[in-house]
């Protein structure tokens, strides 16, 4: 049972000297109930925190992402913060941390410091709670993602039609920054880089179940359902960490809707898991600025259907394995792109069913493939196609970037 412990207290002083300016910008923008539940929530008042957040919430969605005042990204926020103050009080550390990670997902720029400063802190408080719950536990078995004694051709026998028959993605060891600019950015042309990830603690530390339900089970995070985003039935939830680590291992091959933490900027939000990578050298060459980090887990059977993305891209395979198919960037017509602007950077073909006959340019049409193996790093030019498929559970990481003096 939670107790209220004044041990449990949060200071949130970014909050406290911002709170007077920022309720009057809410108040101008017509929120007077919102104003009103802020002043309860400040002392203490769960129901009001709560009755200010859902408020909140609902300008959030009250029409386009863009078009939503950044006021109330703000205001969202700090209600994240009454709320989560009042549970840690009442030592009720995991609902905590779900207020402040929707903060973090959700909220605006503003009270980002207070809001990083505070899961820290509960973050620790529930690790303590957590590891005094399993002292009296058995010994763990086998708690890792990605097993040694792994089937080889199985893995190989769900890959579409054709694959690993064509030209092979070059692999490279050594690979000086002057010869990534020279020999690949430049041409625009893929490229594996097998050695540049070996110093990252996330190569040792990411196949530990235990070591990612220790820094970040409790925390909240946005996966998406479905076999994948070209799916009507496809969808996006809200679990914590923990659980969706569960429904990894529960997932098999064969799962008609895994669950999948797809391009998610992970590492803004978890800070212990930033601490375990590091941005490849590479994405500096040519002078340009890192749009993007983002982090791609899931099962095995996750796809993500052909595409292209506007950035150079490198794609970091932490744990397991990938298969990867590219396309030339000047293949656009050959691989019927949608014609809605909400899709047009993704192909109508499905190259896991295949139909010639619909889209007869397909036929024969080149390719390069890979195995993204433990440890590889692939880069991916600016609109070249990929399609991308998890042969094993994986955690992997893209970095984008753009070039010198581009948007």
């Not at 408020?55 to 992402?65: N, T």
């Not at 209600?79 to 903060?103: P, Q, W």
């Amino acid at each position: 049972m939670s107790t209220a412990n004044s041990d449990n207290h949060l200071q949130t002083p970014i909050l406290d000297s911002e709170s007077a300016q920022l309720l009057q910008a809410v108040s101008q923008h017509g929120g007077y109930a919102y104003v009103s539940m802020a002043a309860r929530a400040a002392a203490g008042d769960l129901r009001a925190a709560e009755a200010a957040r859902e408020m909140a919430w609902e300008q959030l969605h009250s029409g386009p992402w863009h078009s939503v005042l950044p006021v109330w990204r703000d205001a969202y926020s700090m209600a994240c913060l009454h709320v989560a103050k009042v549970h840690a009080i009442a030592g009720e550390f995991s609902d905590a941390l779900r207020a402040l990670d929707m903060g973090l997902i959700m909220g605006g720029p503003l009270l980002k410091p207070d809001l990083h400063s505070l899961v820290a802190i509960v973050s620790a408080k529930a690790r303590a709670a957590r590891v005094s719950e399993k002292q009296q536990q058995c010994p763990k078995s086998d708690r890792r993602l990605v097993p040694d004694d792994l089937d080889s051709k199985e893995l190989l026998g769900v890959l579409p039609t054709k694959s690993l028959s064509c030209k092979m993605v070059l692999k490279r060891s050594g690979l000086s920054l002057e010869g990534f600019l020279r020999e690949y950015l430049l041409p625009g042309y893929p490229v594996i880089i097998s050695d540049g990830m070996g110093h990252w603690p996330a190569r040792t530390k990411w196949n530990d179940m235990d070591y990612l339900t220790r820094v970040a089970g409790d925390r909240t995070v946005p996966v998406e359902v479905g076999k994948n985003y070209l799916y009507p039935e496809w969808k996006q939830e809200l679990i914590t960490f923990s659980q969706f680590l569960e429904r990894i291992k529960a997932n098999g091959p064969s799962s008609t809707a895994p669950t999948y933490l797809a391009q998610h900027p992970l590492f803004d939000q978890i800070n212990e898991l930033r601490d375990d990578i590091c941005i490849p050298d590479y994405c500096f060459a040519g002078g340009g600025d890192l749009r993007s980090l983002n982090a791609w887990f899931g099962p095995a059977g996750t796809v993500t259907p052909l595409h292209h993305d506007p950035h150079h891209n490198v794609l970091a395979q932490v744990v397991g394995k990938k298969y990867i198919r590219l396309y030339l960037a000047s293949l656009s017509e050959e691989l019927y792109p949608y014609t809605e602007t909400m899709l047009c950077n993704s192909s109508q073909v499905d190259l896991d069913n295949l139909d010639e006959k619909e889209f007869p340019k397909m036929r024969d049409l080149e390719f390069l493939d890979c195995i993204l193996e433990e440890g590889d790093m692939l880069y991916i030019p600016p609109k070249w196609w990929h399609y991308v498929r998890s042969l094993t559970t994986s955690l992997s990481v893209s970095f984008w970037w753009s070039e010198y003096g581009s948007s």
